[in-house]
């Protein structure tokens, strides 16, 4: 009995752990990106977008391109809390310009831009 609670507790901090560390993964993305360029891999390396927003982006600005950054908000699902983070990265002047890329959860990195220091 003693032995079963013990293998319980255990099971329950493993997946304790595993759900903290999860909650805890996130994008971390140095650079630039043109709202009205960049494609929709690119988009989905802003903090917050994933696949279908990026969708949602490039599907919007094919009918009609960004003025400003804050025309993004005109997208379905990219509201003021979400734009509060994207503000820092994105542009509608610039060229995309992505200096470095780690997604905390997979480790993957993006190699950096040509031209940029090792």
Do not use: H, W
Not at 83 to 111: C, E, G, H, M, W
């Amino acid at each position: 009995m003693k032995s079963r609670r013990l293998f319980l507790i255990a099971v329950l901090m493993v997946v304790l752990t595993c759900g903290y560390a999860s909650a805890k993964a996130k994008k971390e993305f140095s650079g630039i990106v043109n709202i009205n360029t960049a494609t929709a891999a690119e988009l989905v390396l802003l903090p917050g977008i994933g696949e279908s927003k990026a969708k949602a982006i490039v599907d919007f600005r094919q009918q009609q391109s960004f003025d400003s950054i804050d025309d993004i908000q005109k997208v379905s699902g990219v509201g003021e809390r979400l734009f509060v983070s994207l503000k820092p990265y994105i542009t509608v002047s610039s060229p995309t310009a992505i200096n470095s890329y780690v997604d905390t959860q997979k480790s993957d990195r993006l190699p950096k831009a040509a031209g940029t220091a090792k």
